[in-house]
Every structure is written in structure tokens, then in C-alpha cells.
């Protein structure tokens, strides 16, 4: 995986209690399409974007990058999940980072505590000894609680993009007791265009 080490790319898909975690495919464009839309998900991550915009730039098939997992429920992309590495000019830089979006119709249902925990057990299993971090803003109650129980503790707080932000460490498996998991939809991490 470019960026975060020797890594394949695409892995085997991730198969959760409920959910599928896998690469892109073009049946997938209309759900990006929705999910940068949607003035729900985009409340804690810049706001949403225009669908005209959207449907113009989103290629046919969205996401296809080392570090993109599409969270599937029952055959159709209810959400995203992705590993980056932070960018050189920010808190945490060059460290692994969690993030993740999903539809608000997929809200409240622990998709999100499911799949974010299935990438950071795929991530610890492929990235051993590697802490991952997550970044969100303080006024997301929901992306702080699942930060909480997937076991990522703060490491500061500051300003970015006119908001409180908090930076969450999740140390490495080998350093960290077993937490409970489930939690909120989104964080407020930088959204990138798939």
C-alpha cells in the first residue's frame, strides 16, 4: 500500500458479523456521490459538496487506492473507511490515520464500530507494532465516543479549519488493553475525493 509500507493492494475482502469490507467498484459511484452530498455527513468535515461537482469529478470507479475500504451491507456501500498517512504539515505527521464516512441511513445501527475495528485488526495484522491515530472535532460527540472505545486516547487538541479538533492515539496491540467497540459514523478527518 503506497505510503504505508509493504503492504498488498487490494487486500482479500474483510468479512465482519454483518459487513463486507472491500475495494471499490463502479456499482459504488452513485453511494460516493451520496455520501459528499449528504449535508449530514459533511457536518463535521467541511460542509457538503455540490452534487453537479460530484457528479462531474467522482471517476467511475471511486476510491480505488491503497487504503480505501468500502464498507458493504448485503451488496450495496453503506460508508468508507480509510487509512492514510497524515500529511507532513499536520499533528501526528507521517503516522497512520484512520478515517471514516458513512450514509446517515447507516447511522446508529455499530457499522461503523464494526468496520473501523475490522481495519485496525487488518492493520495491526499487516502493519505489527504501528500505532494509528484519528483526528476529529470535539463538537462530534459520536466520532469521540467511538474513538473512546476503539481505544484511541488523546494526544492534543487544537485549531484547524475554524473548530476544536481532538487527536487520538490507538497504540499498538502490544500496548494496549482489549476495548469494547461500538460508536458514531463519521470523523472529521479531511475528506478526499474518492
Not at 66 to 95: H, K, N, S, Y
Not at 112 to 132: F, I, K, S
Not at 148 to 157: C, H, M, N, Q, V
Amino acid at each position: 500500500m503506497t505510503g504505508l509500507g509493504p503492504v498488498a493492494w487490494p487486500p482479500v475482502p474483510i468479512r465482519t458479523d454483518r459487513l463486507v469490507l472491500r475495494e471499490s467498484a463502479a456499482r459504488d459511484r452513485a453511494a460516493f456521490v451520496e455520501l459528499f452530498a449528504s449535508p449530514e455527513v459533511g457536518a463535521y468535515t467541511g460542509g457538503p459538496r455540490p452534487r453537479e461537482e460530484l457528479e462531474r469529478a467522482v471517476p467511475e470507479v471511486p476510491g480505488r487506492r491503497p487504503g480505501c475500504f468500502v464498507v458493504d451491507l448485503d451488496g450495496a456501500m453503506i460508508g468508507m473507511v480509510t487509512l492514510d498517512r497524515r500529511d507532513a504539515a499536520r499533528p501526528g505527521a507521517g503516522e497512520a490515520e484512520l478515517g471514516y464516512l458513512f450514509l446517515p441511513g447507516a447511522w446508529g445501527h455499530g457499522y461503523a464500530a464494526e468496520a473501523c475495528a475490522a481495519v485496525l485488526d487488518w492493520c495491526a495484522g499487516e502493519l505489527p507494532g504501528e500505532p494509528v491515530v484519528l483526528c476529529t472535532q470535539t463538537a462530534n460527540d459520536r466520532a469521540m465516543r467511538l474513538a473512546l472505545k476503539l481505544g484511541f486516547t488523546e494526544a492534543a487538541r487544537f485549531e484547524e479549519f475554524g473548530a476544536e479538533q481532538w487527536f487520538g492515539v490507538r497504540p499498538s496491540p502490544a500496548h494496549r488493553p482489549e476495548v469494547d467497540r461500538p460508536g458514531p459514523e463519521s470523523t472529521g478527518t479531511d475528506r478526499q475525493l474518492p
